[in-house]
């Protein structure tokens, strides 16, 4: 079961570590189109899964704030507001040809840098939302339980290491005393067979 568990941790890590590393690549080659540099691959190689993930998160946000893109929705919220207003408008009374073209004249700038930022989100939602980024955090839950399983394993794996290494100590230490039996041993019995030699000798003069 414990196996079971170690190779299906294995599997989904590696899982969101390859879609993890699509959406760096994907990151940095956006950033280097617009001329920004807030995640390289250097800055990743190595880091813990969540840490990376939190740092495309924080890159997608200096990205937003740099490019005044915060700006630019909440300017977008309002224009949006201005257009349905004069939309309605338009629906309940006539405007004339010069009116409508005053509306357009003045929305310009608004419109174009919506539309220049709006291809911008787009190049990058592309990957943001793509499934291999968005799938993420329906596996984190697993994952999770996978390495706290596997913290555990470890953990008792630990344990037995240090109870094999205690025993090899005490065998060392048994052998050793064992050792020093045999020899004392030894010694005796050659120090009686030096002595019946002796006595033989004497016997014989």
Same mark, same amino acid.
């Given at each position: 079961?414990?196996?079971?568990?170690?190779?299906?941790?294995?599997?989904?890590?590696?899982?969101?570590?390859?879609?993890?590393?699509?959406?760096?690549?994907?990151?940095?080659?956006?950033?280097?189109?617009?001329?920004?540099?807030?995640?390289?691959?250097?800055?990743?190689?190595?880091?813990?899964?969540?840490?990376?993930?939190?740092?495309?998160?924080?890159?997608?946000?200096?990205?937003?704030?740099?490019?005044? @893109?915060? #700006?630019?929705?909440? *300017?977008?919220?309002?224009? +949006?507001? =201005?257009?349905?207003? /004069? !939309?309605? %408008?338009?629906? &309940?009374?006539?405007?004339?040809?010069?009116?409508?073209?005053?509306?357009?004249?003045?929305?310009?700038?608004? @419109?174009? #840098?919506?539309?220049? *930022?709006?291809?911008?989100? +787009?190049? =990058?939602?592309?990957? /943001? !939302?793509? %499934?291999?980024? &968005?799938?993420?955090?329906?596996?984190?839950?697993?994952?999770?339980?996978?390495?706290?399983?596997?913290?555990?394993?470890? #953990?008792?794996?630990?344990?037995?290491?240090?109870?094999?290494?205690?025993?090899?100590?005490?065998?060392?230490?048994?052998?050793?005393?064992?050792?020093?039996?045999?020899?004392?041993?030894?010694?005796?019995?050659?120090?009686?067979?030096?002595?019946?030699?002796?006595?033989?000798?004497?016997?014989?003069?």
């Amino acid at each position: 079961m414990e196996g079971i568990m170690e190779d299906k941790s294995d599997i989904i890590a590696q899982e969101i570590e390859s879609r993890v590393e699509k959406v760096e690549s994907y990151l940095v080659d956006i950033q280097s189109a617009i001329g920004n540099k807030y995640l390289t691959k250097e800055l990743t190689k190595g880091k813990p899964l969540l840490y990376r993930i939190e740092n495309l998160e924080r890159s997608i946000n200096q990205i937003i704030k740099s490019n005044k @893109l915060d #700006e630019l929705f909440s *300017k977008y919220t309002t224009l +949006k507001k =201005l257009i349905d207003s /004069i !939309n309605d %408008k338009i629906k &309940t009374s006539a405007i004339d040809t010069d009116a409508k073209l005053d509306i357009v004249l003045i929305s310009e700038k608004e @419109l174009i #840098e919506v539309s220049n *930022k709006v291809e911008e989100i +787009k190049s =990058l939602q592309q990957y /943001i !939302n793509s %499934k291999e980024y &968005t799938k993420i955090e329906e596996l984190l839950p697993q994952y999770t339980i996978c390495q706290n399983e596997n913290r555990k394993i470890k #953990e008792e794996l630990n344990f037995l290491t240090q109870k094999i290494y205690k025993c090899l100590d005490e065998y060392n230490i048994f052998t050793e005393k064992l050792s020093e039996i045999f020899i004392w041993y030894n010694n005796i019995l050659t120090e009686i067979e030096l002595k019946i030699l002796e006595l033989e000798r004497n016997k014989k003069d």
